[in-house]
Nanobody, 125 residues
Framework: VQLQASGGGLVQAGGSLRLSCVTS????????VGWFRQAPGKDREFVAAIKWSSRHTTYGDSVKGRFTISRDNAENTVNLQMNNLKPADTAIYYC???????????????????WGQGTLVTVSS
């Protein structure tokens, strides 16, 4: 299983970025794909997750209403559209996948078995 995250960069506050996580190596039916982020000196934080089959989504409180997670069928890709970015959103963003993670556990990084390499998002004020 491979997860390849991309799309990070430098953006001004209020701007937008779109992160992509390309999945490969297996069928992801029954899996949850999530995004986490980690800022320097801080713990890894849950951002959003999507169930592969049902497309049910879950969001962290700090990004609700600004970020949208979606799945692209044709390209086996999970996207994270980030709008109205704030300096506090600056972090390395990681995508991850785990099998049959119940909704209440999707915020827990330990539930995910596979991780991508991370992509850096920097939001300037």
């Amino acid at each position: 299983v491979q997860l390849q995250a991309s799309g990070g960069g430098l953006v001004q506050a209020g701007g937008s970025l779109r992160l992509s996580c390309v999945t490969s190596g297996r069928t992801f039916s029954g899996y949850v794909v999530g995004w986490f982020r980690q800022a320097p000196g801080k713990d890894r934080e849950f951002v959003a997750a999507i169930k592969w089959s049902s497309r049910h989504t879950t969001y962290g409180d700090s990004v609700k209403g600004r970020f949208t997670i979606s799945r692209d069928n044709a390209e086996n890709t999970v996207n994270l559209q980030m709008n109205n970015l704030k300096p506090a959103d600056t972090a390395i963003y990681y995508c991850a996948a785990g099998r049959r993670i119940i909704t209440s556990s999707q915020t827990n990084a330990n539930q995910y078995d596979y991780w991508g390499q991370g992509t850096l998002v920097t939001v300037s004020s």
